[in-house]
């Protein structure tokens, strides 16, 4: 046993004795050659050439060669494998995206007509002619209308309901899911079904009216420009108040619960409550809900194209339909068509650049 333990200490003194003298003579190595930079800087750079950057020295190879790593190796087959799975999304944008809207650009520049298709460049010829009709102002002047009375109905209602209903509890669980059932519905099919409601023959809705005095008997509220639009409105109202209850109420949620704490401990009031801590908060989820009704709005087709058709006499006449009216009913002008749509997009883009830049200073 003697005999092992002291092989092991010699083993283990030899190893350190080793270790040092290969460390000694590192040392030594590197004393020297700064003993020859110091002494002979020339001498040292033919010997032991230099890469002086910034102040710092740092020994190469004549000849070395970039050495690519294992992680820049890996880097770039990642960055690799995600423009090869991005690339089903960017072909998607071009197609749905880019490719219509220059298809857009030069019917809006060409004689296009619906049976003839492209008979030449006449820019700026479409823009003049959109322009010039007589439906244009007042179609712009009703949609106008149109999405500041529906958007102040469905923010205001949206975000009423959101308060009623977001404790949640077994009513609100149940007034929720009634609130939110119109927004299953389509749009076309909830126009449709309020259509019949507003039937003089065969719609409840006229015949209550009617029993009221409130209006003559076989009338129907679809006949006057203004009865018209409230009735169109009744029926977005009853589709997207449950829909606008739902954004709002997420937003209420994401408020935390210790600042309505910290508020009745101050002895602050439901009201001041709801004008010092709610509404503040909740300003970048109205923004967004207001991006989304404006834009709604100003796109609204299906409701009045079902209902009134822009009847009657043209006064519930949308801007979205006067470009129908202009490629399919009385121009069949693809050229104007497209030459109004532009100006619609245009104005889309500048009312939500607007919302958006709103949105980013309440966010700050």
Not at 220 to 244: D, E, H, K, M, N
Not at 251 to 263: H, K, N
Not at 282 to 301: D, H, N, Q, R
Request: hydrophobic share 50%; aromatic share 10%.
């Amino acid at each position: 046993m003697k005999i092992d333990n002291n092989s092991k200490t010699m083993s283990v003194f030899m190893a350190d004795f080793n270790g040092r003298t290969r460390r000694n003579r590192i040392f030594k190595r590197i004393s020297n050659r700064l003993a020859i930079y110091v002494e002979n800087p020339e001498r040292f750079k033919r010997e032991s050439p230099k890469v002086f950057q910034g102040g710092n020295m740092t020994t190469v190879s004549k000849n070395a060669a970039p050495v690519k790593t294992h992680r820049s190796k890996a880097k770039a087959e990642t960055t690799r494998r995600g423009l090869l799975y991005a690339l089903p999304d960017w072909l998607m944008i071009i197609m749905l995206f880019f490719v219509p809207i220059v298809l857009l650009v030069i019917m809006a520049g060409s004689r296009w007509s619906l049976m003839g298709g492209n008979r030449g460049w006449n820019f700026p010829e479409n823009f003049v002619k959109v322009f010039e009709n007589k439906l244009l102002g007042q179609s712009v002047l009703f949609t106008l209308e149109y999405t500041v009375i529906v958007t102040i109905f469905l923010l205001v209602l949206g975000l009423g309901l959101a308060l009623i209903v977001q404790e949640s509890t077994k009513w609100n669980n149940m007034l929720r899911t009634c609130f939110l059932l119109p927004s299953a519905t389509g749009l076309a099919s909830a126009s449709l079904l309020f259509y019949a409601l507003y039937s003089p023959q065969v719609g409840p809705v006229t015949k209550i009216l009617s029993f009221f005095g409130l209006m003559d008997e076989g009338g129907s509220v679809l006949a006057t420009g203004q009865s018209a639009l409230w009735a169109t409105i009744i029926v977005i109202v009853w589709r997207f108040s449950g829909y606008y209850m739902l954004l709002m109420m997420i937003g209420l949620q994401a408020i935390p619960g210790d600042l309505y704490e910290a508020a009745r401990m101050d002895g602050a009031g439901t009201w001041r409550i709801f004008r010092s801590i709610t509404l503040p908060l909740m300003k970048p989820t109205i923004v967004m809900c207001l991006i989304y009704c404006v834009t709604g709005s100003i796109l609204a087709f299906d409701q009045f194209f079902i209902l009134t058709k822009g009847g009657p006499n043209n006064s519930t006449m949308t801007v979205v339909q006067l470009i129908y009216n202009f490629a399919f009913d009385s121009k069949k002008d693809l050229g104007m068509a497209a030459a109004l749509s532009l100006i619609v997009l245009a104005a889309l883009v500048v009312i939500n650049s607007i919302q958006m830049r709103g949105m980013r200073d309440n966010t700050k």
